[in-house]
């Protein structure tokens, strides 16, 4: 599944949460390593440039 840059920061947010990123990815059915690569990506972005990112 490809997910939107504003449904990763989502699920990147819910980490921040003290959601366990074992749980998160096995909730949302993504790999640790896809979560982190989306964390060292996505890190820097604010949500207007991802909603712009998405809308392009």
Request: hydrophobic content about 35%; charged content about 20%.
């Amino acid at each position: 599944m490809k997910y939107s840059g504003t449904q990763i920061v989502s699920k990147l947010k819910q980490a921040e949460t003290d959601v366990p990123v074992a749980d998160l990815c096995s909730e949302h059915c993504i790999t640790s390593a896809s979560f982190y690569r989306w964390q060292a990506s996505y890190r820097v972005m604010d949500t207007s440039l991802i909603s712009s990112l998405d809308s392009g």
